[in-house]
């Protein structure tokens, strides 16, 4: 194995964690939000706080966006888009539609009984592909509100049907490299069945759709107890892992910070990925994204810190001995090949990182740097002055 700080350093060269937008926007629950005056309403602010934290952590040059919170004029918001991603020295990263706010989305978009409806979400995912390619965006990210409240309401598998067509249309709007992710969730906001419930149907859903379509995995959007890195090992096998939306939870889609609840769940599934690249010599093609909202903590500072533990994660996922591990596992010498991923968890990564961001010319602490530095009390004063009342759309 080669040296600890060297692959430390190699895996943190090539780890890039994409930020959410909406993350940086107030957000809440149903019972209500919770204003923050720094909070970011318009999209220049969005790509201002994401262009920090990109300048401490230099780990996230992509900023995830909403079409209806962020392009309001859809097509006609891009240039404007490019620009301001220009200035503030981030990307745009994966372009999500959004399907699920407006009042026709009642009964579901792609699912919808209604045909009218079904074509009108087309249209929009069809517009959506337009602008990922017109700010030079690679992934298309589809999340579904669809499904329904009470049995019998709806016709399970004409929707799964309706599905599959749109999909399919939406897939042949795709160019060169262009992608479509598929995300799936198993409750919420449908409270009965949801039309891609599960990593089997987004799956399906991926496939049937067209070659360039992936599954998207949204660590919050799994029963209690699921084995996610599980299900992360049998989309490497089929090539069918396109991205992840990291998140941390303890009950439902919490959206709490990446690492809070269960480190050790990142850092197994941060394995499997590691170990797949070792076993088959391939690069995993996989977009990194944080899918949080930070209802009470400070919306920057939470993204620091996730991006930070992340990093501490993937690092920690870096030094395993696989080579160990493969021999134990063939040797099923149980408790050597635990060992070998307790090992590697164990290791305090933190000295190496904080060589790694020396040498790279970033602050050694990105979450003191950004507390010492300016940023946080000058957003606050500008924002703070502009009228009240004034709030970005985002959900809840
Ligand atoms: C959903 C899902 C989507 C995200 C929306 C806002 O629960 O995680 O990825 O775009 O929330
Ligand atoms: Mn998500
Ligand atoms: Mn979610």
Redesign the pocket.
């Known amino acids: 194995m080669t040296n600890v700080t060297d692959r430390i350093t190699a895996a943190l060269d090539a780890f890039r964690i994409e930020l959410p937008s909406w993350g940086f926007a107030n957000t809440g629950t149903r019972f209500g939000k919770f204003l923050q005056p720094a909070a970011a309403v318009t999209i220049e602010e969005k790509f201002s706080d994401a262009g920090e934290v990109h300048r401490l952590t230099g780990a996230c040059p992509t900023l995830a966006l909403h079409v209806l919170w962020d392009f309001p004029d859809g097509l006609g918001s891009a240039a404007g888009v490019a620009a301001l991603a220009q200035r503030h020295g981030v990307r745009p990263g994966s372009i999500n539609p959004n399907l699920f706010e407006e009042q026709h989305y009642k009964f579901g978009s792609f699912g919808n009984p209604d045909e009218g409806v079904r074509a009108r979400a087309l249209a929009h995912v069809r517009d959506s592909v337009a602008i990922a390619r017109r700010v030079g965006s690679r992934d298309v990210s589809l ?1 579904f509100a669809d499904g329904s409240n009470y049995p019998g309401t709806q016709n399970i598998r004409g929707r799964k049907q309706w599905f599959e067509e749109n999909l399919r249309a939406a897939h042949a709007e795709l160019e060169h490299d262009e992608r479509l992710l598929v ?1 799936y ?1 198993p409750f ?1 906001p449908a409270f009965y069945h949801t039309d891609i419930a599960d990593w089997g149907m987004a799956l399906h859903f991926a496939r049937t759709a067209g070659p360039r379509a992936r599954v998207l995995v ?1 660590t ?2 799994h029963y209690a107890s699921q084995n996610i890195e599980q299900i992360v090992a049998w989309l490497l096998d089929e090539d069918m892992l396109g991205g992840f ?1 990291f ?1 941390d939870r303890r009950y439902a ?1 919490d ?1 709490l910070t990446l690492g809070s609840i269960d480190p050790y769940q990142v850092f197994r599934i941060f394995h499997e990925i590691r170990f797949f690249e070792w076993e088959t010599g391939r690069r995993a093609d996989i977009a990194y994204m944080i ?1 949080q909202s930070h209802n009470l903590k400070g919306k920057i500072e939470a993204m620091i810190q996730t991006v930070v533990v992340a990093q501490e994660l993937f690092a920690k996922a870096a030094i395993v001995d696989h080579a160990a591990l493969a021999d134990a596992q063939r040797r099923c010498d149980l408790v050597a090949a635990e060992a070998r991923l307790q090992d590697a968890f164990a290791t305090d990564v933190r000295p190496a990182i904080a060589e790694w961001r020396r040498a790279r010319s970033l602050p050694i602490d990105p979450l003191a740097a950004f507390r010492d530095g300016g940023y946080l009390a000058r957003v606050t004063a500008e924002r703070s002055r502009r009228a009240s009342g004034v709030s970005s759309s985002s959900y809840a």
């Open positions: 999340w995300e969730k919420e949204d919050g959007h939306h998140n889609d959206d899918d």
